[in-house]
């Protein structure tokens, strides 16, 4: 498989290659080349945009050594809670209208989204996260906007 200026891509191999197109116009990234595909697709793996680096969190379950699913090992799920009090806000105390927005009787329980912060998951203390650079492997359909580095 050959870059827009015809040089050979190799796995490995750093590129910059652009996403997007239409109205939001297009990003350009900076990649690793994973291979090419017989069908023309080629799948590559972020590690860099305008925006700053590309990173992922894995998490390991240091009971066994594995890769591990975090939602499989919730302590404390996410939730919202008041800003003031820090109460869990419950179901009924979401929508502004009784019968979750189908009556047009307003909810005196309700509590508006600036009031609401989030309280992230919290996991197994044996889970450990694993900050890895680049993003999940993308596969990208038109490999003519394809440029390798160096």
Request: glycine share 10%; net charge positive.
């Amino acid at each position: 498989m050959k870059d827009f200026y015809g040089k050979e891509l190799e796995e490995g191999d750093k590129i910059l290659f652009a996403t997007g197109s239409g109205s939001s116009g297009a990003r350009i990234r900076e990649g690793i080349f994973l291979k090419g595909h017989a069908s023309g697709y080629v799948t590559v793996r972020p590690t860099l945009s305008l925006s700053g680096k590309i990173t992922r969190k894995m998490y390991l379950d240091e009971r066994t050594g594995k890769w591990a699913d975090p939602w499989n090992h919730v302590e404390a799920e996410s939730h919202y809670a008041h800003k003031d009090t820090g109460a869990r806000i419950t179901p009924d105390q979401y929508s502004k209208h009784k019968d979750g927005g189908w009556s047009s009787e307003l909810n005196p329980d309700y509590v508006p989204d600036s009031m609401r912060k989030h309280v992230p998951a919290v996991y197994k203390s044996y889970l450990r996260e694993i900050e890895l650079p680049g993003g999940w492997a993308v596969v990208l359909q038109d490999t003519r906007n394809i440029v390798k580095l160096g």
